[in-house]
C-alpha cells in the first residue's frame, strides 16, 4: 500500500523512462500555439523592467516549442527588450532540455538539467514560467468525511481511504471542501511555487497554467461520484491529477482567471478554445475556416461559438 503521491511518482517515473525522448509527444498541451505564445511575449513586454537584464526561468520545458515561439513573438514586438532577456530552459531531463536548445539558435539562452524542486540554483528571475507541469508533480489526495480527514491510497491495483495526520494549514483548508470529494492538495507543488518565488527579482513574477479547478464551487458543478473518477487522469501511463488553484492561491495570495481570459485580453480579441491535431486559440474567422474540421473533430459550432464549451485551463499570476 502505497500513498497516492507515491503511486504517482513510480508511475511516472515509470512512464518518463519507457518513453525516453519521445515523452513529449504523450502530452497535450497548449505548448505548441503561437497565440498562447504570442500573449505571453505581449504581457512579458509591457512587464519588463526598462533597464538591465532580464532573465525568464521556464520550468519544465517540454520540446522548447512554447520557448521558440515566444523569443520570436517577443523579437517582433519589442526588439530592445528581447535583446536582453535570457531565456533558461529548466529541464530534468538532458536529452529534453537539448532538444529544446535546438529550437532557440539566434537567442540568448541557458539550461539547467534539475527537478522542479532544485530552485535554489535559480538566479534574479525576472519571471518563472510553468506551464502543465503541476498536474505531474506527486500530489496528496485526500477525502472529508464530517469533521475527519482521510487520505487516499493505492493498493494492488485499486484504492482506498485511510484517516490522515494533517497539518493545522491543511486541515483547515480541507474544512471548506465538500464532503466526499477526493481532493488534490499539491503540497509538493506549492513548495515549489514558494520556492521560485523566493528567487524573484524585484518587479518579478510567476505564471502559472494548468488545468485545474479554482474554487470548491467548481468541484460542486459535479456530482461526487462524477468528480472523484474524472479527478485521475491517464494519458499513455503518465498519471496527472487537476491543480488545485485554490490550495495555491491560498498559500501564495496570487491572481487567478481562465488561461483563455489571459490570452485574449493579452491579445486584445475575442477567442474559442479548441483542439484540432494541437490544441489552440481561434478567432471567429478561423473557427469559421475550420469548420469542417472542428465538425469531424466532433464539436457542435453553435455550442462553441455560443461559450457552451467551457475550459478547465487556468492561469495562476504570483508576485514577488
Known amino acids: 500500500m502505497e500513498t497516492f503521491a507515491e503511486f504517482q511518482r513510480r508511475r511516472n517515473s515509470e512512464f518518463y523512462s519507457s ?25 512579458f513586454a509591457r512587464r519588463a523592467p526598462r ?9 519544465g520545458v517540454g520540446d522548447g516549442a512554447f520557448a521558440a ?22 529541464d530534468f531531463s538532458e536529452k529534453g532540455a537539448e532538444l529544446a536548445a535546438k ?4 537567442f540568448s539562452f541557458e539550461t539547467v538539467v534539475e527537478p522542479a524542486w532544485e530552485w535554489k540554483k535559480m538566479k534574479n528571475a525576472t519571471c518563472v514560467k510553468c506551464n502543465e507541469l503541476l498536474d505531474d508533480l506527486p500530489t496528496r ?35 471548506g471542501m465538500p464532503e466526499g470529494y477526493w481532493v488534490p492538495v499539491p503540497e509538493i507543488g506549492l513548495e515549489c511555487v514558494l520556492g ?15 488545468y485545474g479547478f479554482a474554487d470548491a464551487e467548481s468541484m460542486r458543478a459535479l456530482p461526487r461520484n462524477a468528480w472523484n473518477s474524472a479527478i485521475v487522469r491517464e494519458f499513455s501511463g503518465q498519471v496527472t491529477v487537476d491543480v488545485n488553484f485554490a490550495f495555491l492561491k491560498r498559500f501564495t495570495g496570487g491572481r487567478l482567471e481562465a488561461q483563455k481570459d489571459y490570452v485574449e485580453r493579452a ?12 490544441l489552440d486559440y481561434f478567432s471567429y474567422g478561423e473557427v469559421k475556416e475550420n469548420e469542417q474540421k472542428l465538425k469531424n473533430g466532433g464539436y457542435d459550432l453553435g455550442l462553441l461559438l455560443g461559450g457552451s464549451e467551457k475550459s478547465e485551463y487556468v492561469h495562476l499570476e504570483i508576485p514577488k
Open 51 to 59: 533597464k538591465g537584464k532580464l532573465r525568464i526561468y521556464e520550468i
Open 69 to 90: 515561439n515566444f523569443l520570436k513573438a517577443l523579437r517582433k514586438i519589442n526588439g530592445e527588450v528581447e535583446e536582453r532577456t535570457t531565456y533558461v530552459l529548466w
Open 267 to 278: 491579445l486584445g480579441k475575442d477567442l474559442w478554445e479548441v483542439e484540432v491535431g494541437k
Open 196 to 210: 521560485w518565488r523566493g528567487k524573484l527579482a524585484d518587479g518579478g513574477w510567476m505564471d502559472i497554467f494548468d
Open 141 to 175: 489526495m485526500l477525502v472529508r468525511r464530517g469533521t475527519r480527514i482521510f487520505e487516499v491510497m493505492e493498493d494492488n491495483g485499486g484504492f482506498l481511504e485511510v484517516e490522515a495526520r494533517l497539518e493545522a494549514d491543511t486541515y483547515s483548508f480541507m474544512e
Open 103 to 106: 529550437k532557440l539558435d539566434g
Open 19 to 43: 518513453k525516453g525522448g519521445r515523452i513529449y509527444s504523450s502530452f497535450r498541451t497548449f505548448a505548441h500555439s503561437k497565440k498562447f505564445a504570442e500573449a505571453n511575449a505581449v504581457e
